[in-house]
Structure formats: C-alpha cells, structure tokens
C-alpha cells in the first residue's frame, strides 16, 4: 500500500475511554491530508501515536515504512509537529528556541545560522527574534511554533490546530507560507482543523467521530455526498414558500430549500415562476459537509 503514513486497526483507551477505535487510513506523499472531527473525536490522541509521544493499544503506525514502535529517532527525522499546546520555552527567545531544537538534530554552528536565516525570512522572524516567546502575540508564536517544528528539513508536517484563535490575515499568511513548502519541498502536511474553509483545499479529508472514521474523501467527494446546493428565496411569505412542497428552514430575510441537483433547482423555478421573485443558489459547502456527517440533519418545518 503506497503511502507516507500508513495507519491500520490503530486503537487506543484511556481508561474507559475509547480515543481511538479500530482506525485505519493512509496519507500520500506531498497531499494536503486533513483530520477533521469534533472536540474530543480522538485527532490528537492519534497525532500524539504518530509521532511517538503515545503507546498505541494495538494496530499498526508506519511513517516512511517505518514502524512507529520500532525507531524513534528516524520518525522524528522524517515529521515535525506542531502540537495543540506549543512546545516553545516561553521564558527563552524565539531565536534560542529553535536553537535548542537544532541542536537536537545536530544543526549547530553555520548549518544552524544557515538554517534559522532562511526560516526567519519565510516566517517573518527577524522583528521579534530576540523577545521571549511570553511576551509575543498568538500570531507570533504560532509563527514562530512552525518555525520550530521544520526546522530539521522533516518530510511530514503535522499541524494540530494550527490556525485557532488567529485573525483571518494572520491565517492567510501562515498558509501562504505552508503552501510555498508544499510547492517547494513537496511537503506532506497533516492538518487538524476547526475551521472548514482550510480543509477544502485538502487532497483528501478524513473525519472523525468516536475514534472511527465516519466519512472520508476527497473534498469534491464529500461535498457530492454530504452537502446539498441550497436555493435561497427571498420576499416570500411562509404561506407561499409550503406550496413548494419541500422541506425548507428559515433564514433571515427568507427560506432556504435543499437540492440535489441544479436540473431540479430549474425544474422548481419553471414550474413556480412566481414565487422565485428574489432568489440564489448557493453550492454546498465544507461546512455542511462537517455538520451533515458529524449528524445535523435539516430541520423539516
Ligand atoms: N491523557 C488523557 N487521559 C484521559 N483521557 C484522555 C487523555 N487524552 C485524551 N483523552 C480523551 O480521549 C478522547 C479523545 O481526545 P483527543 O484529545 O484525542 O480529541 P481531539 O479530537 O484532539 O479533540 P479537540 O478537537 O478538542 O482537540 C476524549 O474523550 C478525551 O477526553
Ligand atoms: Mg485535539
């Protein structure tokens, strides 16, 4: 089975808790790989087993071929992380942060200065290099937090959260610079997200719930099952909108209606010319996608 990260029947309990349950799934080199789910779905549990931090219950984990279990200091060559909670000194600088991991992976001296300029420049670090990372903004550290975490050239980046709680410009830079490695350096990043308009630019999606997978594909495969296009109705009474016979929710300023197709949407259209005075059609979104697997159902008035 071709793939970087290879995952099968992993399981693992805290107690009586079952993080993750019987969880196979693959990620190929170079993908955008998002590991989507609810609060406590298990994407950390899991993150944490790759990247050797947790034992596993049983089930296999291979990185590179490798078995998790097996070599310690060839997965963390081969995967740099950014956990949920930031690993960064917060009483050290943000230059001495990432020289202490450097020297972890024997960068040191030149190879070191070498290193840090060019991350400094992708990241933007040079203005707050020499502040201790207490005293920089959420931005900031999670700048300097991926900084950190490629140091060591890894193949895989893993990212749990990485954007949470950061202004939308911020998030567009971090992922500006994110792409640029993908490009660049044919990256694999394996991203775990609240926010569903960054896994829509994924390769491929997997969801979570419970520990298992409850949905799995490719952005456009997920939509094409999980999310309907919408017809929006505008300046239309609740009287008017029940003659078309369909389940509909209220929003402000009007009614939406599910379809399943855009011949249906011009069917209904044609056939009610006059109630379709103010009107779009909006494509199904990753959000929907999230909320219809992970169980919101479409509340039918
Ligand atoms: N160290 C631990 N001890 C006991 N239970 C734990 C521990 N870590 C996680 N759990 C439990 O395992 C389940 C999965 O947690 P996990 O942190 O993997 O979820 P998550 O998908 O990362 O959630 P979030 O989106 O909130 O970060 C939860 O029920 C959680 O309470
Ligand atoms: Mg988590």
Redesign the pocket.
């Known amino acids: 089975m071709e793939g970087i990260i290879k995952i099968d029947n992993l399981t693992k309990s ?2 009586n ?1 079952k ?2 349950n019987n969880l196979s799934f693959k990620v190929k080199k170079g993908e955008l790989f998002s590991f989507l ?12 087993i790759i990247c050797g931090e947790l034992r596993k219950d049983s089930g296999t984990v291979l990185v590179c071929d490798q078995d998790v279990d097996c070599d310690d200091k060839y997965i963390k060559k081969k995967i740099g992380v950014v956990f ?1 909670e930031s690993l960064l000194d917060k009483s050290l600088t943000v230059y001495d942060n990432l020289k202490i991991k450097a020297a972890l992976y024997n960068i040191t001296g030149k190879d070191f200065i070498k290193r840090y300029d060019e991350l400094s420049s992708l990241f933007d670090l040079k203005e707050i290099e020499k502040q201790p990372i207490r005293e920089l903004s959420g931005g900031q550290r999670r700048r300097a937090d991926i900084a950190r975490a490629i140091i060591h050239n890894p193949e895989i980046l893993i990212l ?2 990485p954007t949470t709680g950061l202004d939308p410009g911020t998030r567009k830079k971090i992922w500006k610079v994110l792409n640029l490695l993908r490009k660049k350096q044919n990256l694999t990043i394996f991203l ?1 997200t ?1 926010y569903m308009e960054e896994a829509a630019d994924s390769d491929y999606i997997v969801i ?1 719930d419970k ?1 298992s997978i409850i949905a799995e594909g490719t952005p456009l495969e997920l939509k094409n099952k999980y999310a309907y296009d919408m017809i929006l109705i505008y300046n239309i009474s609740e009287d008017e909108i029940k003659k078309l016979n369909k389940p509909y929710i209220r929003i402000r300023d009007g009614f939406k209606i599910e379809i399943k197709t855009l011949e249906e949407a011009t069917e209904l259209i044609i056939k009610n010319r006059n109630l379709f005075k103010d009107y779009e059609i909006v494509k199904g979104k990753m959000d929907d996608v999230f909320l219809n697997a992970t169980g919101y159902d479409l509340e039918v008035e």
């Open positions: 805290y107690g808790i993080a993750v789910g609810i609060n406590g779905a298990g994407k950390s549990t899991t993150i944490n949920q749990d959260e775990t609240h979570l520990g």
